[in-house]
């Protein structure tokens, strides 16, 4: 569930009523004592603590700023950097990031892009290693590996990959490259991430031609196909932001769509972490509360109906778990 500008009071409720994570949004500066009001929001935990997430991937995507220290686009950590030095720099800035009280970072991007962005049209652009596969797979698992060693969970994303897509899933619709040009080329890095022993893997919201119309959070192909047979994945699967508009474009309610993402295979979906204007409304407080409660009902409606198995919910909170114990002993 998103939080807006660091304000980790409101989401008590949804914690205290067992949401598995928080995801820090917003251009706010972050208070000075967040690790002290994540520790506190933590205690009131159904269970578990929740997974608190942010968004470190470099360059214009850092929302830890003040906290944290610089890091560059990923490209330009490519262009500039050896691969010792981006792990040893991601290893440096997971140690900030724990000590602020964050230990989920929805990073490194894998994509395979060389364009310019990112932008409307291209999520990527600068956001990419690089646009040769290679490359591209050798600094993302060192970043990886480097939050990691720093004590960070990594998410790796946007699995299988948004190189080429000519437009931005918040935006609206997007395919990817073709099926083929996927196994040969998009899905190198995420090989390479998945041996290096990658926790977790963000999907994107695009389509794939050749496999699939549905955006790949909805889709049973890629992500139980895809991911967990032909790559023989293992871990955690988050969904990129459901309220994205190419996932609006398919379905209109937020409840349905993470009904149909779980029943794909997702582990842990998130929502409002768009930030266009017209989704300012939906990150205030009393409507994401109002939106956790509705998503929760649906999900066991569903639960209850067939549509959505217990035996999948059973296999997600098995994979939402053990992320959190790796959480935890870092």
Known sequence: MPVRDFDVAGATTE?????GGVLFLGNATPPQDLAARIHSLGGRALGPRPLVMGDEEGGGVQRLAGLVGPIPW????????SVAQTRALAQARARQMVAAGVRT???PVLDVDGRQGPSSTNAD??????????TAAAYGTAFMSGLRAGGVLPVVKHFPGLGG??????VGPATTNSLATLRVRDLAP???AIAAGAPAVMTSNASVPGLTPLPSSLSHAVIEGLLRHELGFRGLV???SLSAGAVRAVTSSLADATVRSLAAGADLVLFGSTLTPADEVALQASHVLATYRSVVASIVAATRSGRLPSSRL?????HVLTAKEYDACR
Do not use: K
């Open 190 to 192: 995420f090989r390479a």
């Open 314 to 318: 059973d296999a997600a909170v098995v």
């Open 125 to 134: 652009g600068y956001r990419s290693f690089s646009p040769d596969p290679s």
């Open 74 to 81: 990923a490209r330009t950590m490519a262009q500039t950097m």
């Open 165 to 170: 897509a000519q437009q931005n899933t918040d």
């Open 15 to 19: 914690v205290s009523e067992g949401a």
């Open 238 to 240: 988050i969904t990129d």
């Open 105 to 107: 970072d929805l990073a």
